[in-house]
């Protein structure tokens, strides 16, 4: 690995672990489409602050471009209270505004400079080491690395302060109010630290991306925990492990580092959806067919219970039967059979079926209870 | 540029009649489907199906190797379509949320989708050259044949909306109703979902996937404000979205340097601002010019209750005033040299001398009045 390979996968993993933090609160507060008109309207806030800057690394930019997203923020919730518009529409009316303005901007008058508009949309990680930081006449890293460990170390420093406040209004809101937690201040921190991290991951990896690192790892973590700390850990686990496999991959390719990065955060939602332990897809199948087999011994049971001893039993309690009576299926029907032949609750004569004392026991407790 | 010149223009330029027709068409299918988006809470899927479509569109290109605006929006479709299949299944089968399951394949198959492009940007061919007017649109590579697609799709589209109209304006309003009535509300549900898809893939060309989900709300929540009927609505969505996408890619095709997505947009969200302010009934300047015109009513009314209790306390009524006692009365809602100026007017009040008022007797009339009124009132 070359030092730029290196500082790359540093910044990635600095993004992915930013960007996961508040990821976990706006899914669980069912805020994640905010992301995405926060990270798009910025864009307005970067143009703007851009012709007034003429640095495109300046943390003044940063809180220029993040002030858009407050007011982003602001805006939908004025729009939403005048009752005029529901809140998601709302969304979808304030954010193309502000992000067209910016996206002409850009094209009318920003055409010779450093700054258009692919590249903010889209990102280009693979030029952030060119772009360096100096102290004292030395080299001491490239500047997206310093920016966005800073806005890592912002992002632990307000959650890990506020978790408690954070958690709580996150899951009770009322009772967070009642106790005398400030919701508006609670909500509009984590949108100012929202809109903070996706300007500084906006220059990596575009706005687009942003919405990914932001979603797709705390969602794939929410199939796997229940708790709050460990969903944090692990959607940042997660966004690391995504970044740093989708540059590989981006670089085997030579394609898009953050298309790349953005794809593997789908394919590990997707591994998860399927194979999560308790609510992955396939767990849910094998569950559901194992229950299902379970229940059809049950009845089978309680179906021999209740001929045994009657006349006609014969004909009832006999393989055969089964098909006209539970009107199973013959392959289903010998598949039960043998299943509960194994778990010692009947015992076959022939194509007679037999209960054996702990068979008739469950047939009992089935009926009662 | 004159407005005459500009109009000759439009009549006489032959690119600029194709731009205009093909944005008028998209605007008028996108309004229509728009409203329905709209009412039944689903404004940002819209956005999620013109993200997802970008990968469709990229595939279109490798697997068919051919730019034809068909085999492009066939892809885009198929894979706006698959993405809305997945956020469904994603809220069904999981306990992750709507929004998240929206953002999170948005943004995926976005990203899958500049993963794709850059494959193909490093292709040996040369005629990938293009593609990326799918990301913010561009309306003066319009040609004669895709604003043909444009339309048969687009009339496609509203042929079906039209045929299933009562089905789709029961599904949006009580879907639960229609299921014990009996219809195929989940097939509903995917066929309107998919004409929504058709809709939105035609005007990627134009707008762009990024903005694309401008043109479903917009002009839908712009048309809100005027009616509360379901037909009406859906008339003025699309005549909204005509005038957005006309006017958007005229402009931006007048001026070089000007994408042409968002100046649609823009016009869009124009558009919604003047509903959302001067719609009859539920625009909000009218509100406030009602809160005004009520306020204006109540203070004048303070006024002239405020002088017929002085002249009460007076022996004799035609006493004056001064002015500032009625300011000092009035404190707390002000207005009192308007009210003096209003009720002057009606012939209620007179001034006595230099700034000192009192109450005519037809006002002493009326300010009676109002002071019964008031004490029976609870």
Redesign the interface.
């Known amino acids: 690995m070359t030092a730029p390979q290196i500082e790359i996968q540093l910044i990635a993993s600095a993004v992915a672990v930013s960007c996961a933090l508040p990821g976990c609160f706006?899914?669980l507060r069912?805020?994640?489409?905010m992301?995405?008109a926060i990270s798009?309207s910025i864009l307005l806030g970067i143009a703007v602050g851009f012709f007034v800057i003429r640095d495109l690394t300046s943390p003044l930019l940063v809180l220029s471009a993040a002030m858009t997203g407050v007011v982003t923020v602001s805006l939908v919730e004025i729009l939403t209270r005048?009752k005029?518009?529901?809140e998601?529409?709302a969304?979808?009316?304030i954010f193309?505004?502000l992000?067209?303005?910016g996206?002409?901007l850009i094209?009318?008058y920003a055409?010779d400079v450093h700054l258009d508009?692919?590249a903010v949309?889209?990102g280009e990680l693979a030029f952030a080491p060119f772009n360096r930081l100096s102290a004292l006449g030395y080299d001491i890293g490239p500047k997206g690395l310093y920016l966005m460990s800073g806005i890592l170390l912002l992002n632990l420093f307000f959650i890990l302060t506020f978790y408690k406040e954070l958690k709580l209004s996150t899951f009770d809101a009322g009772l967070a109010g009642a106790l005398g937690f400030s919701p508006v201040i609670i909500h509009y921190g984590l949108m100012t630290i929202v809109s903070i991290t996706a300007v500084g991951a906006f220059d990596a990896v575009g706005s687009?991306?942003v919405?990914?690192l932001?979603?797709?790892p705390?969602?794939t973590a929410?199939?796997i925990t229940d708790r709050l700390s460990y969903l944090l850990a692990a959607s940042s686990l997660i966004g690391v492990i995504s970044a740093i496999s989708g540059y590989w991959v981006?670089h085997a390719?030579?394609?898009?580092i953050?298309?790349?990065?953005?794809?593997m955060?789908?394919v590990f939602?997707v591994a998860t959806?399927l194979a999560a332990p308790d609510?992955g897809?396939v767990s849910?199948f094998v569950r559901r067919a194992r229950q299902r087999v379970e229940f059809a011994q049950t009845m089978l049971l309680v179906h021999l219970y209740n001929h045994e001893g009657l006349p006609g039993v014969e004909r009832e309690n006999h393989m055969d039967h089964l098909h006209e009576h539970l009107r199973w299926e013959p392959g289903f029907a010998g598949r039960i059979v043998g299943a509960a032949q194994r778990k010692g609750s009947i015992s076959r004569d022939g194509a007679f079926l037999l209960l054996t004392e702990n068979g008739r026991e469950t047939a009992r407790q089935a009926m009662v209870g | 540029m004159d407005i005459v010149g500009f109009v000759d223009n439009l009549f006489a330029d032959y690119t600029l009649r194709q731009v205009a027709m093909g944005a008028a068409m998209l605007g008028i299918v996108n309004g229509v489907l728009g409203s329905f988006a709209?009412l039944r809470?689903?404004?940002?899927l819209?956005?999620g199906i013109s993200?997802a479509a970008l990968p469709g569109i990229a595939l279109a290109f490798l697997l068919t190797g051919s730019k034809s605006s068909l085999a492009l929006l066939l892809g885009a479709a198929a894979a706006g379509w698959i993405a809305t299949l997945l956020i469904m299944s994603?809220v069904k089968?999981?306990?992750?949320?709507y929004?998240?399951?929206?953002?999170?394949v948005?943004?995926?198959?976005?990203?899958?989708?500049?993963?794709?492009?850059?494959?193909i940007q490093?292709m040996p061919v040369a005629t990938q050259a293009g593609l990326?007017k799918f990301?913010?649109g561009q309306a003066a590579t319009l040609l004669r044949k895709d604003v043909m697609t444009i339309g048969v799709l687009g009339g496609i589209v509203l042929v079906f909306l039209l045929l299933f109209w009562k089905e789709f304006k029961l599904i949006s309003f009580d879907p639960d109703f229609a299921f014990s009535l009996g219809f195929p509300v989940r097939i509903l549900d995917v066929l309107l979902t998919t004409l929504l898809v058709i809709a939105i893939v035609i005007g990627l060309q134009t707008v762009g996937v990024?903005?694309m989900?401008?043109m479903?709300?917009?002009p839908?929540?712009a048309a809100?404000?005027w009616t509360d009927r379901l037909g009406v609505m859906v008339t003025v969505s699309g005549i909204f979205g005509a005038v957005a996408g006309v006017s958007g890619a005229l402009v931006s095709s007048q001026a070089a340097?000007?994408?042409t997505?968002?100046?649609i947009?823009?016009c869009a969200?124009a558009i919604?601002l003047f509903s959302?302010l001067l719609a009859p009934n539920?625009g909000?300047a009218w509100g406030f010019v009602r809160e005004q015109i009520n306020r204006r009513q109540l203070q004048t009314d303070a006024v002239l209750g405020d002088l017929y209790v002085l002249a009460n306390q007076h022996q004799e009524p035609g006493h004056g005033h001064p002015i500032e006692v009625l300011r000092t009365m009035a404190h707390g809602h002000g207005g009192v040299d308007r009210s003096l100026k209003v009720l002057k007017e009606r012939g209620l009040v007179q001034e006595t001398g230099s700034g000192e008022w009192a109450l005519t007797p037809p006002g002493m009339e009326e300010a009676g009045r109002l002071s019964r009124q008031w004490r029976e009132t609870p």
């Open positions: 706006l899914i069912r805020m994640a489409m992301s995405d798009h005048t005029r518009v529901r998601d529409a969304i979808g009316l193309p505004a992000f067209s303005i996206v002409i094209s009318r055409g508009v692919d949309l889209l687009v991306l919405v990914a932001m979603i797709a705390p969602a929410y199939l981006a390719l030579d394609v898009s953050a298309g790349s990065m953005a794809t955060t789908g939602f959806f609510r897809l849910i | 709209v809470k689903q404004s940002l819209g956005d993200h994603i089968h999981t306990r992750v949320k929004d998240s399951a929206l953002g999170l948005l943004s995926v198959f976005f990203g899958f989708g500049l993963v794709l492009l850059t494959y490093k990326d990301l913010f990024v903005l989900s401008a479903v709300v917009a839908a929540a809100r404000q340097r000007i994408p997505g968002p100046t947009v823009l969200s919604v959302l539920r909000m």
